[in-house]
């Protein structure tokens, strides 16, 4: 786990990404959080759907590294509940490079809390091996781009739909 002066971090095990998808409710209750039903962003949530089914077959298969291939659920402490997810998409290898990416629920957009989570992800990946952390965004999702740039992320490339960036040690 990760905190922050407003947040709790929290890795996801395989057994708790199997709540998360499927009872999110008892999910709450063994993070002994408060339950609200999330509102995703509708600009990245069909990803979110991709990343959860690449969570569960990833923490499967690395049970002792699990950190690295899950979510993190972010936790704001004065409300006590769960507003969204952070992570990256594997350990760092041979490149010493992983992916990350996030998502907070829309009621929470716009104060900070996506910065926060990224900077404490930020130095945890580089205190674990990591030397370059990349990260893709929409095209049109300005705030994520926003965040990214305030973290030092710089742009490596784009294509129609996506923009590329990257972050060195």
Not at 42 to 64: N, S, Y
Not at 133 to 146: E, L, R
């Amino acid at each position: 786990m990760l905190e922050t002066k407003r947040l709790k971090i929290v890795p996801l095990t395989h057994e708790q990404l199997l709540l998360y998808k499927y009872n999110p409710e008892q999910l709450a209750l063994e993070l002994n959080i408060r339950y609200t039903q999330r509102q995703n962003d509708p600009l990245v949530d069909g990803d979110l759907q991709e990343a959860t089914e690449f969570w569960i077959k990833k923490t499967a298969i690395h049970p002792t590294e699990f950190q690295w291939y899950t979510t993190w659920e972010i936790i704001l402490k004065d409300e006590n509940v769960a507003v969204g997810g952070i992570g990256f998409s594997g350990a760092p290898g041979d490149h010493c490079t992983s992916m990350i990416g996030y998502g907070l629920d829309i009621r929470y957009h716009r104060k900070g809390i996506a910065s926060e989570a990224l900077e404490a992800m930020i130095k945890w990946g580089f205190l674990n091996g990591l030397e370059t952390i990349v990260a893709d965004t929409p095209i049109n999702h300005y705030a994520s781009q926003s965040v990214l740039i305030k973290s030092g992320f710089v742009e490596s490339g784009r294509d129609e739909t996506v923009i590329h960036w990257r972050l060195d040690k």
